[in-house]
């Protein structure tokens, strides 16, 4: 079992940055694809960003892509998600998942593990 705790939303002007982060215990996550997910009110949980096991491989959707950077620490057994030039739009819950796949995959079925997720409200 993972247990994944995000940490770090909260609320920011549009154009603000924040770092959100993701602790894991229970395992370590070296062999785990790590992803970002996130689901505004009334809208399907869609990935954001992902990773692959090594840190080798990164994923990005479209509306964040050269905003948003994700990274991983195995030591830490930590994965990051570093959020720049932030939009109204970008208002959500942001999720936390791990996938024993070792690729980095956009498919929410993919992830078998998942965080509460931190609440990202960016005012503008």
Sequence with gaps: QVQLVESGGGLVQAGGSLRLSCAASGRTINNYSMGWFRQAPGKERDIVAAINWSGSFTYYADSVKGRFTISRDNALNSVFLQMNSLKP???????????????????????????????LTVSS
Excluded at 104 to 114: D, L, N, Q
Aim: charged share 20%.
């Design 89 to 119: 739009e970008d208002t959500a819950v942001y999720f936390c998942a791990a996938t024993e796949s070792p690729l980095a995959s956009t498919a929410r079925a993919v992830y078998r593990y998942w965080g509460r997720g931190t609440q």
